[in-house]
């Protein structure tokens, strides 16, 4: 049955108040077309072959049993599917499905997909329902190795789509700040890929709904007393550190669960003919709750999301490249300066892999605490490299040959980390983390079009003032290629005496998008003399994509002779060299930009 409108079940959320034991055994059906795991709270019914509803391993109907009968949570046509390429290709869409198991406590079905010549992987998709859970698990296993060609990956995820329209879900929520409804104006026009103008005038993009992979676990769609979401127990096998970014929900009641995407700068899978390669996407875990608000299922959610965090690696799971036994890496970390490692962040990552870029093996990572003590848990055995970026720093910190073993600690104790110094620092704008989000819209970016904002927050661009100006207030997240009444900014600070030696500038770049062409050109001044032109490649599409960094960081230094500095005040700018004057009554598309890290001054 679908649910009526409006309907509202309990005061409170509900989903985890019936004993399991107290619950039907799990079951699941074969048909001709179709397969149905059920537990007697969640039914999922997936097409098999020859079924003209759906496609070979797609989920066509996800129900939820509440005290007033089954209730479907999708269109009864496309409720889950798997794809790789942004639905390019659906490696098990000619697979063999099989049961895997079948007991009263667990029923597992698989999709078996073997490798194409368009697609060379083989690929095995799992569907997990146990008894007494109200949801399911799902996951991937990609493998590819001899007799397979060469071949990529650049985009691999499920997807989850709820009933169409606010008949039951009206609200999407990625995490405590974007707790709202889904859009019902109809698009007008495409102004960006997968950004819509609505009827309404607003503009919906799926790209204000992406959330950091550091402590991301949960997203999901909620409206009239139902909750339905996607909960990652991990994230060791997304890849890119804690400064991966990924696409959460969507336009039309969809949840993402994304494995493997390009946006904001990472990269996609390449593969060598014969390249052995073997990966375990997943599991996650799809929730469904019930409650009388949105707020409330959604505090019932992230309850849920810890609980299976705590869970991992789950005990129930059998597939050789999924480790139950892990281990775990210590340690303290300390600057050579004995500066604070505040903000900082202890990777493991493969040691063949850039960390901010792994999409091969597996990471992780735990923050640094205040004394420096780090603690990362769960580690699949193995060799990693450990990487201490952050903190202030321009440069990451590396030790190699980490080794990792099951049911140990590795204790690396003191993990001493070499600043990088080019004399006296005479002033500092930002923090040196990856990130711009400690200036001016830096930590409100997720929305359309920033650039538009700028010239009305800045109608004299930026001039920073050392010692006078704030971070937060007069330096704008994003240094754009357009421009109120002049190309560049200014950076001014007084010089009691002109100093001598060689001065070093230190830019750390989060984010670059070149105006033109394939690269940026930054062109450095001091004192009205040129003493650079930055060229710096695309690092991502943070500008155009609603972000304030990407995966890839550049930092770049700049020498000059001090004597370019004098007594009084001096000046810095940096300008686009190609930047042009914002006009308000033209569409710009979205402009070039640089988002800076941090910018430092020292001599020698």
């Given at each position: 049955m679908r649910m009526?409108?409006?309907?509202?079940?309990?005061?409170?959320?509900?989903?985890?108040?019936?004993c399991a034991a107290d619950l039907p055994p799990a079951t699941v059906t074969e048909a001709a077309t179709?397969?149905?795991?059920?537990?007697?709270?969640?039914s999922i019914t997936m097409a098999r072959r020859g079924n003209t509803t759906?496609?070979?391993?797609?989920?066509?109907?996800?129900?939820?049993?509440?005290?007033?009968?089954?209730?479907?949570?999708?269109?009864?046509?496309?409720?889950?599917?798997?794809?790789?390429?942004?639905?390019r290709a659906y490696p098990v869409a000619d697979a063999d499905s099989q049961i895997v198991l079948n007991t009263p406590e667990m029923v597992e079905v698989s999709w078996n997909g073997k490798p194409t010549?368009?697609?060379?992987?083989?690929?095995?998709?799992?569907?997990?329902?146990?008894?007494?859970?109200?949801?399911?698990?799902?996951?991937?296993?990609?493998?590819?190795?001899?007799?397979?060609?060469?071949?990529?990956?650049?985009?691999?995820?499920?997807?989850?789509?709820?009933?169409?329209?606010p008949e039951l879900f009206t609200h999407h929520i990625v995490d405590d700040q974007r707790k709202?409804?889904?859009?019902?104006?109809?698009?007008?026009?495409?102004?960006?890929?997968?950004?819509?103008?609505?009827?309404?005038?607003?503009i919906y993009t799926k790209y204000n709904n992406t959330a950091f992979m550091a402590d991301h676990h949960v997203h999901g769609m909620a409206g009239h007393g139902?909750?339905?979401?996607?909960?990652?127990?991990?994230?060791?096998?997304?890849?890119?550190?804690?400064?991966?970014?990924?696409?959460?929900?969507?336009?039309?009641?969809?949840?993402?669960?994304?494995?493997?995407?390009g946006h904001f700068g990472s990269g996609g899978l390449r593969f060598q003919a014969d390249e052995p390669w073997n990966k375990v996407y997943g599991p996650l875990f799809v929730y469904i709750n019930q409650g009388a608000t949105t707020d409330a299922m959604w505090e019932d959610a992230k309850q849920r999301a810890a609980k299976e965090v705590d869970l991992w690696p789950y005990a129930w799971m059998k597939n050789t490249a999924y480790p139950l036994q892990r281990g775990a890496v210590t340690g303290r970390v300390k600057l050579s300066d004995g500066a604070s490692v505040k903000g900082a962040w202890a990777i493991l990552a493969p040691p063949d892999e850039d960390w901010f870029q792994v999409l091969k093996g597996y990471d992780?990572?735990?923050?640094?605490?205040?004394?420096?003590?780090?603690?990362?848990d769960k580690v699949r055995p193995g060799r990693y490299t450990l990487v201490i970026s952050a903190a202030n720093q321009f440069e990451d910190f590396r030790r190699d040959n980490v080794e990792v073993t099951a049911g140990a600690v590795a204790d690396l104790k003191d993990v001493l980390c070499q600043a990088v110094k080019h004399g006296r620092t005479l002033w500092q704008i930002g923090i040196a983390d990856h990130s711009s989000s400690e200036f001016k819209g830096g930590d409100n970016y997720r929305h359309y079009e920033n650039f538009a904002r700028y010239p009305k927050e800045f109608p004299e661009d930026v001039t920073f003032i050392i010692g006078r100006s704030k971070e937060k207030e007069d330096w704008n997240f994003a240094q754009w290629a357009i421009y109120s009444k002049k190309p560049y900014w200014t950076i001014q600070f007084d010089q009691p005496q002109p100093p001598k030696g060689k001065a070093t500038l230190t830019i750390g770049f989060a984010s670059t998008i070149p105006p033109k062409g394939s690269r940026t050109n930054l062109e450095i001044k001091v004192n009205g003399h040129e003493v650079e032109v930055v060229h710096l490649p695309k690092s991502g599409m943070s500008g155009y994509r609603s972000g304030n960094?990407?995966?890839?960081y550049s930092v770049v230094y700049i020498s000059f002779d001090a004597a370019l500095l004098k007594k009084g005040t001096n000046e810095i700018t940096l300008g686009h060299a190609e930047a042009q004057p914002f006009s308000s009554s033209e569409r710009h598309g979205v402009p070039g930009e640089v988002m800076y890290d941090a910018i430092r001054l020292e001599v020698q």
């Open positions: 009526p409108r409006l309907i509202l079940f309990f005061a409170c959320v509900c989903s985890t108040m019936v179709t397969m149905t795991l059920e537990n007697g709270l969640v759906g496609r070979n391993g797609d989920a066509i109907s996800i129900k939820y049993k509440t005290p007033s009968g089954y209730v479907e949570l999708s269109d009864e046509k496309r409720a889950m599917y798997f794809d790789a390429g942004g639905g010549q368009q697609f060379p992987f083989a690929a095995e998709m799992h569907v997990i329902l146990r008894r007494g859970e109200p949801g399911f698990h799902i996951y991937v296993n990609y493998q590819h190795g001899p007799g397979m060609g060469a071949g990529g990956i650049g985009e691999t995820r499920f997807v989850l789509r709820g009933v169409p329209g709202g409804p889904y859009p019902t104006s109809p698009a007008v026009s495409q102004v960006q890929d997968a950004t819509s103008l609505l009827e309404d005038g607003t139902l909750g339905m979401w996607m909960i990652f127990p991990s994230n060791e096998f997304i890849g890119g550190g804690p400064f991966k970014q990924e696409l959460t929900v969507h336009q039309g009641n969809t949840l993402l669960g994304m494995f493997v995407g992780f990572w735990a923050r640094v605490d205040d004394q420096g003590r780090f603690r990362i960094q990407d995966s890839v």
